[in-house]
C-alpha cells in the first residue's frame, strides 16, 4: 500500500519496531534509576526513621529560622509543612513581597529589595537555620534576570545570613548542577553551589532534586505539557528522575532536625531526597513524623 510516494506496508512495521525499541530501552533506563541505591542510602533512611526523636528534641533547642523564595511553589509547601511541625520558635519569610498565609504566629513576612539586601540584614539576626527556595527561570525574567536571582541574589543574601548568625543554609539547586557545564541553568546552580562551599557556613546541605512535580498556579504551557508526560513515569518509578515538591520539603526538615553527620558539607541527589523524606520508597515501614499514615514507607 502506497501513500503519496510512502510505501506504508514498509515504513509502519519499521516505525512501529524503533518505537518497541526506543520504549524498552527506556524502560531499562527508568528501572535501572528506579533499583539503584544511593552511597549513604542507610543514612539518609536513618535519618527519615528518627526525624520524630530529632524534631522533638530540635525544638526543645530553641532554633529560628528564615525561608527565602516561600512565594515559590516549593517554598509555599515547605511553610505549609513548617507551620504543621511547629519545630522552630521563629520562621522569618523573606521575598519581594507578600502573599496571603494561614500560619502560626512566629511566622513572619518580610519584604526586601535583594538589590540592596545589606540593608536588611536585621531580618536575618539570630536565625540560625536557613532554607533557600528562591529561583526564577530563564523564560520569566531573561538570561540576566535568570542569573540575577538563583545567582546573586541567593549568595548576597547567603553572605548576609551568616554575618547575622546562620549555621547552617540549606539550598535548593538541581539535579545536573555543573559549575563547568555548557548550559545556563546547571552552570548557574553549580557555581552558586561552588560559592555557597568557601563561605564555611557551620553546616551545608544541598538538595538536587529531579523533576520537579507540581501543579503551578502561574500558567506555563511547555511545562504543564512536559509534566503531564512524565506523570505516568513518576508512577512506575517514583524516584527514577522525578520528585513531588512536598518530598522535597520534607526531606528539607528532616534534614534540618538531624544532628550533623560530622561534615559541613552535605550533597543530596534526587534518590537521597525521596529517602530522607520518610514518606518515599526504599527505606522500611517506620514512619517520619512528617508523613500522615496513610504515607507509611514501603
Same mark, same amino acid.
Given at each position: ?10 515504513i ?7 518505537v518497541?525499541?526506543l520504549?524498552?530501552?527506556?524502560a ?5 534509576r ?23 528534641r ?5 532554633h529560628?529560622?528564615f525561608?527565602?523564595?516561600h ?6 509547601v515547605? #511553610? ?6 511547629? *519545630? $522552630?520558635?521563629?520562621v %522569618?519569610l523573606?521575598?519581594?513581597r =507578600? ?6 504566629p512566629?511566622?513572619e513576612?518580610?519584604?526586601v529589595?535583594f538589590?540592596?539586601?545589606?540593608d536588611?540584614k536585621?531580618?536575618f539576626k539570630?536565625l540560625?537555620?536557613?532554607?533557600s ?13 535568570f ?6 541574589y541567593?549568595?548576597?543574601s ?6 547575622q548568625?546562620?549555621k547552617?543554609f540549606?539550598?535548593v539547586?538541581?539535579q545536573?548542577?555543573d ?6 541553568y546547571?552552570?548557574?546552580?553549580g ?6 562551599? #568557601?563561605?564555611?557556613?557551620d553546616r551545608l546541605s *544541598? $538538595?538536587?532534586?529531579? %523533576?520537579l512535580?507540581?501543579?503551578? =498556579? ?5 511545562e ?18 522525578s520528585?513531588?515538591?512536598r518530598?522535597v ?6 534534614n534540618a ?6 561534615s559541613?558539607?552535605e550533597?543530596?541527589?534526587n534518590?537521597?531526597?525521596h529517602?530522607i523524606?520518610?514518606?518515599?520508597k ?9 508523613a ?6 514501603d
Open positions: 500500500m502506497k501513500f503519496l510516494w510512502f510505501r506504508c506496508d514498509i509502519l512495521p519499521s516505525a512501529a519496531l524503533a518497541g525499541v520504549a524498552v530501552a527506556l531499562g533506563f527508568f528501572i535501572k528506579e533499583l539503584e541505591g544511593t552511597e549513604n542510602t542507610e543514612q539518609h533512611c536513618t535519618m527519615a526513621h528518627e526525624a520524630p526523636e530529632n524534631v522533638e530540635f525544638k526543645s533547642e530553641g529560628s529560622a525561608v527565602l523564595g512565594t515559590g511553589e516549593l517554598g509555599k515547605l #511553610v505549609d509543612e513548617l507551620n504543621k511541625l511547629k *519545630i $522552630f520558635k521563629k %522569618v523573606v521575598g519581594r =507578600e502573599i496571603p498565609l494561614d500560619v502560626g512566629e511566622f513576612q518580610k519584604v529589595d538589590e540592596n539586601i545589606d536588611y536585621d531580618v539570630d540560625d537555620t536557613g532554607f527556595c528562591l529561583g526564577t527561570t530563564r523564560g520569566k525574567s531573561g538570561v540576566q534576570g542569573i540575577r536571582v538563583d545567582h546573586d541567593v549568595l548576597m547567603a553572605e548576609v545570613a551568616k554575618a548568625g546562620c547552617h540549606s539550598l539547586s538541581s545536573g548542577a559549575k563547568n557545564s555548557s548550559f545556563l546547571p552552570r548557574t546552580k557555581q552558586v553551589e561552588e560559592a555557597l562551599k #568557601v563561605m564555611h557556613f *544541598i $538538595f538536587r532534586p529531579g %523533576v512535580m507540581v501543579d503551578r =498556579e502561574e500558567s506555563r504551557p511547555m504543564a505539557a512536559f509534566r503531564a508526560l512524565l506523570k505516568p513515569v513518576s508512577y512506575f518509578f517514583p524516584t527514577a528522575i520528585v513531588p515538591v518530598i520539603a520534607l526531606a528539607l526538615i528532616n532536625v538531624a544532628p550533623p553527620s560530622g559541613t558539607f550533597l543530596y541527589d534518590k537521597a531526597i529517602q523524606s520518610g514518606i518515599s526504599g527505606c522500611g515501614v517506620k514512619r517520619s513524623q512528617s500522615p499514615e496513610r504515607t507509611r514507607t
